[in-house]
């Protein structure tokens, strides 16, 4: 059975950073596309990042652009957001998503055309 365990998330102050990860168990991350999504309260869950499997390429939204950074380590199964400059507007629930294929689905932000397992999320709060 697929698990994906998302980690890392917290409290921190604007222009602070944060690290999350994504683990697997029952199949290997480097196979697969991977993305991270976000939810605030009261809003969507939108795409921020995602990464193919097959030449480490990414994407990001405009609003994280410079700021986050997504890598994958298949040693250790895990796939990194490495998100700095936080800003308050980046508040959310950050979930890991892995998908069926080694490309990343068009268009990447949105959530229903990933067909791989979901974790259950992180806080992330941005506060003074």
């Known amino acids: 059975q697929v698990q994906v365990v998302e980690f890392g998330g917290g409290l921190v102050q604007p222009g602070g950073s944060l690290r999350l990860s994504c683990a697997a168990s029952g199949l290997s991350l480097g196979d697969y596309a991977v993305g991270w999504f976000r939810q605030a309260p009261g809003k969507e869950r939108e795409g921020v990042s995602a990464m193919n499997s097959h030449n480490g390429r990414t994407w990001y939204i405009d609003a994280v652009k410079g700021r986050f950074t997504m890598s994958r380590d298949n040693a250790k199964n895990t796939v990194y957001l490495q998100m700095n400059n936080l800003k308050p507007e980046d508040t959310a629930v950050y979930y890991c998503?892995?998908?069926?294929?080694?490309?990343?689905?068009?268009?990447?932000?949105?959530?229903?055309?990933?067909?791989?397992?979901w974790g259950r999320g992180t806080q992330v709060t941005v506060s003074s």
């Open positions: 998503v892995t998908h069926s294929s080694q490309g990343v689905p068009a268009p990447f932000y949105s959530a229903r055309w990933w067909g791989g397992s």
